[in-house]
């Protein structure tokens, strides 16, 4: 089992950047595929970005495409979600998670443990 904790969320103009880290616990983290996923207020939990256990295989949400990054630090038991030229419709909580199949999965029922989520805003 893995325990998930959120950070970096913040306020920021449309246009501006923000860049989100996940801190796992244990010594397994390399083992899990680590998305990061994102719940407007009134909408469904959607993808956002999931990269593989060792980092070479990435996969992204076309909303996010080409603005947002997803990378990880198995050193580190990090996955982070850097957020470029943001825009009103990212205004969401956050949460990263992570599988314990191999998959690079993109819909919610494919991750096993979730973080607490943490709120990013932006402004237009």
């Known amino acids: 089992q893995v325990q998930l904790v959120e950070s970096g969320g913040g306020l920021v103009q449309a246009g501006g950047s923000l860049r989100l880290s996940c801190a796992a616990s244990g010594r397994t983290f390399s083992s899990y595929v680590m998305g990061w996923f994102r719940r407007a207020p009134g909408k469904e939990r959607e993808f956002v970005a999931a990269?593989?256990?060792?980092?070479?295989?990435?996969k992204y949400a076309d909303s996010v495409k080409g603005r947002f990054t997803i990378s990880r630090d198995n050193a580190k038991n990090t996955v982070y979600l850097q957020m470029d030229n943001l825009k009103p419709e990212d205004t969401a909580v956050y949460y990263c998670?992570?599988?314990?199949?191999?998959?690079?999965?993109?819909?919610?029922?494919?991750?096993?443990?979730w973080g607490q989520g943490t709120q990013v805003t932006v402004s237009s």
């Open positions: 990269i593989s256990r060792r980092g070479s295989n990435t």
């Open positions: 998670a992570a599988s314990n199949t191999i998959v690079v999965g993109t819909t919610t029922p494919q991750y096993d443990y």
